[in-house]
């Protein structure tokens, strides 16, 4: 509910933080299956991955191998969409997660958008995606990645 004494504005979404339970494990997909830099590094505790603009984008906090994974069936973060700027770079995306044997998930065409689905080590959803300006369907994308 908006309450008419609020005096801000959120200017933008500054970075993401997910819980895995291995860094050693996880590092590979965030830094060489998704391209993320890695920025800065806490050892055993956290690696912090930028796009190129800010100090980190994204991190990732160990929090133990058994740590419960995640479920389709609780409150919680569905999954993160990292923008890519066009179709080109999608496909790149897709046949160079496909190459180096990540666990894809999915893909949509939203019809403002294309999108593919990838999961880390740990299950956790990630979103690669980039407008689009025609209409398709999840069918057509997949013909379209795979050609």
Same mark, same amino acid.
């Given at each position: 509910? !908006? *309450?008419?004494? /609020?005096? +801000?504005?959120? @200017?933008?979404l500054g970075h993401v933080v997910l819980r895995v339970r291995d860094l050693e494990r996880s590092e590979? +997909?965030? /830094?060489d299956v998704l391209g993320l830099q890695v920025r800065d590094r806490q050892p055993g505790r956290a690696i912090f +991955?930028?796009?190129? @603009?800010?100090?980190? &984008?994204?991190?990732? +906090? @160990?929090?133990g191998p058994d740590a419960p994974g995640p479920d389709d069936?609780? *409150?919680?973060?569905?999954h993160v969409a990292l923008k890519l700027p066009n179709f080109a770079q999608l496909k790149a995306a897709y046949q160079h997660a496909r190459a180096?044997?990540?666990h894809i998930a999915g893909m949509n065409h939203h019809g403002n958008s294309k999108s593919v689905y990838l999961?880390?080590?740990?299950?956790?959803?990630?979103?690669?995606?980039?407008? !689009?300006? &025609?209409?398709?369907?999840?069918e057509t994308l /997949?013909?379209?990645?795979?050609?």
């Open positions: 509910m !908006a *309450v008419e004494t /609020r005096a +801000f504005a959120i @200017q933008s590979p +997909f965030y /830094r +991955f930028t796009c190129g @603009q800010q100090h980190h &984008d994204l991190a990732i +906090f @160990q929090i069936h609780r *409150v919680g973060m569905y180096s044997g990540a999961k880390d080590p740990d299950g956790l959803e990630i979103e690669i995606y980039c407008d !689009a300006e &025609d209409q398709g369907t999840e /997949r013909r379209e990645l795979e050609s």
